[in-house]
């Protein structure tokens, strides 16, 4: 083949040399509009994994590049005049000047052709001078060719919210350095680390407002290198930073980050009467954030799979189909995790009021790749110090105001004390109001169907009860109506007679008297999702005609029909909300006198409540439509008048959807707004999930991809949140609690699966915390104990999923 890479960066050089390696018939020419020994920025970073990626691709270049690395294991944080060190990262960084010249020179040796000093400005031109069959386009951010197929390539560029300028420093760091400085206007940031023998990388950012705030936008490129050098002071030791951007002009050397991701990636032209394809390749297909050193690794790793899906044989658009398909997954991982990264450092100030061991792991954690085991694989005692450290009680009671790491609570206290292993973040006690909860795990609220009139059955004192038994701190009810036109099918349980109340009282009596779980009822109307068939038929569409029951009205803020098969809802009049927030006043009394520990308000997923917040359904022209506060005037109205009746020592929480996912919809920022107004109301906890609110919603999935919305309400509104959806392992749990994004971790799934699911964790993690305190499974006898109560409970509660079968 004649393959031309239009751009001389790491993509297009290293593709370059494998395509030469794999077949020395190749004809393949690199063209760079800068001179051999132009680069712009200073070091980039590896990880060991990508360095075994080199090696097994050519170990030649990766042997030259593994030499001319500086390695290092450690990241070091240094925040509000304390340090916190951690070992294991394993790291490498070279200078880009330097990897630049590894991978010429070895293009050079395999007889790939070097075309420097060539601007090009019409792809299809040089295509056609040097006969190209195949056309990388390995341009950089910036591409030219990207932007010229546009209409193909469907790119989205967006400019995250910080500026960032990339410096350099004779200062040698002997670790991967976060330095956090806080001034009159704000926070900034400085990642530094050394990439040769005498220099360093050092590279500054802030969000855009505090930039802005101290005149940055108006210095000479010189007075802002000075600010830096004198809020960084301290970490420079009299070092000077450097510039190797000079051709840009004044406060343009700092940048906002541009977030790149490309539909497609393969454009087809003809040239020279033959159909060539125009591939993207590196930062010109998509871009991660620097806070994540993936840049460099992403476009190494496209020309590797590029060059060795060649290697099959296959044809031409095949292979090209094949390198879009599998690289466009795995860069969109990539950046889910960088968009996490970035986010964490957009919004330093959400963790600030953190002692520096909890914001250091959440640092360490941030993108959410990393997780708590792996953090022990990394620095075993480092991790033991910082379990022992939340465990002791030795930082404040939970977010409010604070964002402070969460109480771990006497129990906890003393085992630490006693010198015993440290307690795993997950088995940690959590006090609110005047209830103590064991674990921070939670059976989430799901719906069974299996109800009579809303009257629950056996199938739910199994059910709930073999979860109780399980190792669950709360096990949560399904959403239950206050009245019967607000179930969601005709099997979902409902609370307002006395046989509701008296089969909800035996299940509440059985979790209390068998376990040392507490239990939680879930109340809400299904609004304009109701009236629908139970989950294992077709769930969310209306009730077939002619079967044993027929559909009944339904209500909703405004008359905005669920989906094109749903009923259109009668918007809510003034006399149906006064009489519906009677009706949860008396089953919220139902539900104390029944025995329950926990309420909780649904206001999420599009159900009645829901339909009042989101603006996707709620077009009133009254006091209860327009703004995010009018929309929320009537749920709060419903909780205030709930919280009254509820008693004054039990919890109360709220579902929110905190994101509709949707064009026009509720945003992360609306949550916010939504959470503090239910913080005001009186509300203790933020159940926080997002989506189905309307049959548009388009999620991005992935683990735990709600909890960046419970970490944003829990330290920016500063109130107890509940992470939920995607939350699988125990290793997600204790990540997310030892990092305080949540104060609990809501578990469907996992205990559908397993309703002993906490049990079996706890037993696992057995032979690291061998003295567990007695609230929550002291020893093996205990465990072993509480394993044999749920087993006669499990049994039971198969056979009744096989009944339901």
Same mark, same amino acid.
């Given at each position: ?8 960066g790491p993509a297009g050089l290293y593709f370059a040399l494998l395509m030469k390696l794999q077949n020395p018939a190749h004809q393949v020419t690199v063209v760079e509009r800068n001179r051999p020994f132009d680069t712009f920025g200073w070091g980039v970073v590896l990880s060991d994994q990508t360095l075994g990626n080199l090696r097994a691709a050519d170990p030649v270049s990766a042997q030259l590049i593994g030499d001319a690395f500086n390695h290092w294991d450690d990241v070091e944080v240094f925040f509000k005049g304390r340090s916190v060190r951690s070992g294991g990262h394993g790291f490498c960084g070279i200078g880009r000047k330097r990897l630049l010249n590894i991978l010429q020179e070895r293009c050079l040796a395999l007889g790939v052709a070097l075309v420097f000093e060539t601007d090009v400005q019409d ?438 029909? &669920? =989906?094109?098969?749903? /009923? %259109? *809802?009668? $918007? ?12 949860? !006043? ?114 991005? &999935? =992935?683990?735990?991809? /709600? %909890? *960046?919305? $419970? ?12 992470? !939920? ?66 087993k006669e409970a499990l049994a039971q509660t198969e056979r009744a999923q096989e009944a339901i079968k």
């Amino acid at each position: 083949m004649h393959i031309l890479c239009l751009g001389g960066g790491p993509a297009g050089l290293y593709f370059a040399l494998l395509m030469k390696l794999q077949n020395p018939a190749h004809q393949v020419t690199v063209v760079e509009r800068n001179r051999p020994f132009d680069t712009f920025g200073w070091g980039v970073v590896l990880s060991d994994q990508t360095l075994g990626n080199l090696r097994a691709a050519d170990p030649v270049s990766a042997q030259l590049i593994g030499d001319a690395f500086n390695h290092w294991d450690d990241v070091e944080v240094f925040f509000k005049g304390r340090s916190v060190r951690s070992g294991g990262h394993g790291f490498c960084g070279i200078g880009r000047k330097r990897l630049l010249n590894i991978l010429q020179e070895r293009c050079l040796a395999l007889g790939v052709a070097l075309v420097f000093e060539t601007d090009v400005q019409d792809d299809q031109a040089i295509a056609a001078q040097y006969q190209a069959d195949l056309v990388v386009a390995s341009d950089g951010l910036n591409s030219r060719i990207r932007n010229r197929y546009a209409d193909t390539f469907q790119p989205d560029v967006e400019l995250r919210a910080c500026r960032f300028v990339w410096l350099g420093t004779r200062k040698t760091f002997d670790a991967f350095t976060f330095a956090f400085e806080q001034t009159d206007h704000g926070w900034f940031a400085a990642h530094a680390y050394k990439f040769d023998d005498n220099t360093s990388t050092f590279i500054v950012e802030t969000p855009e407002a505090v930039w802005k705030a101290h005149g940055l936008d108006q210095m000479s490129q010189a007075d802002g290198i000075a600010f830096c050098e004198r809020l960084f002071a301290n970490y420079l030791d009299g070092n000077a930073l450097m510039n190797n951007a000079t051709h840009v002009r004044g406060s343009a050397i700092w940048i906002r980050f541009p977030r790149v991701v490309c539909e497609r990636w393969v454009h087809h032209e003809t040239i020279n009467q033959k159909r060539v394809p125009i591939v993207l390749m590196g930062d010109a297909a998509h871009t991660a954030h620097f806070s994540i050193g993936s840049g460099t690794k992403l476009a190494l790793e496209d020309a590797i799979d590029l060059a060795t899906e060649f290697s099959t044989g296959h044809g031409m658009d095949q292979v090209l189909q094949a390198y879009e398909a599998r690289r466009s997954v795995e860069v969109l991982k990539i950046q889910n995790a960088a968009r996490n990264s970035t986010e964490w450092f957009e919004n330093v100030n959400r963790y600030s009021g953190m002692q520096i061991e909890q914001f250091a792991y959440s640092l360490l954690t941030r993108s959410q790749r990393i997780s708590h085991e792996n953090l022990r694989l990394r620095d075993a005692k480092w991790l033991e110090g910082y379990e022992a450290w939340l465990a002791g009680g030795r930082t404040d009671a939970g977010p409010p105001q604070s964002g402070a790491a969460p109480s771990g609570g006497s129990a906890a206290g003393n085992a630490a004390e006693r010198g015993g292993h440290p307690v795993p973040p997950m088995l940690t006690p959590f006090k609110v109001r005047g209830i103590e909860l064991k674990n921070r795990v939670v059976c989430s609220p799901m719906a069974t169907y299996s109800a009579v009139d809303g009257v629950p059955q056996d199938f739910h004192l199994v059910h709930l009860g073999a979860r109780a038994l399980g190792g669950a701190a709360l096990v949560m009810v399904e959403m239950t109506s206050p009245n019967p036109e607000g179930r969601i099918t005709p099997a979902c349980t409902g609370l307002w007679n006395d046989a509701q109340e008296a089969a909800f009282k035996r299940i509440v009596d059985f979790v209390h008297g068998q376990s040392t779980a507490k239990i939680g009822l879930q109340l809400g109307h299904s609004g304009p999702k109701g009236s629908t068939q139970v989950g294992w038929e077709d769930a969310d569409e209306p009730l077939p005609a002619g079967g044993p029951h027929a559909n009944w009205p339904v209500l909703s803020a405004s008359a905005v029909a &669920y =989906g094109e098969q749903n /009923q %259109t *809802p009668q $918007a809510m009049t003034h006399s149906h909300m006064e009489a519906l927030r009677q009706q949860f !006043v008396d089953a919220t009394r139902r539900a104390a006198s029944a025995g329950f520990d926990w309420l909780e308000l649904h206001c999420a997923h599009g159900y009645l409540l829901s339909s009042f917040i989101t603006p996707l359904t709620n077009l009133r022209s009254d006091e209860y439509g327009g703004s995010i506060e009018k929309r929320c005037r009537y749920p709060l109205e419903v909780f205030r008048a709930m919280r009254e009746v509820w008693p004054a020592h039990l919890p109360m929480s709220v579902r929110i959807s905190a994101h509709d996912w949707a064009p026009g919809g509720n945003t992360p920022d609306d949550a916010i707004v939504v959470a503090r107004l239910f913080k005001a109301a009186g509300c203790d906890v933020i159940d926080v999930s997002s989506g189905q609110t309307t049959r548009q919603a388009k999620p991005v &999935y =992935g683990r735990m991809y /709600q %909890t *960046p919305f $419970a970490d944003r309400i829990r330290n920016e509104v500063g109130i107890q949140t509940i992470a !939920v959806g995607a939350i699988s392992e125990v290793d997600h749990v204790n990540s997310i609690i030892a990092a305080g994004r949540a104060d609990l971790c809501a578990l469907a799934r996992p205990h559908l699966a397993d309703p002993a699911w906490t049990l079996h964790e706890a037993a696992k993690l057995q032979s690291r915390a061998v003295d567990w305190p007695k609230q929550y499974l002291s020893g093996r006898d205990q465990l072993y104990r509480e394993l044999s109560k749920q087993k006669e409970a499990l049994a039971q509660t198969e056979r009744a999923q096989e009944a339901i079968k």
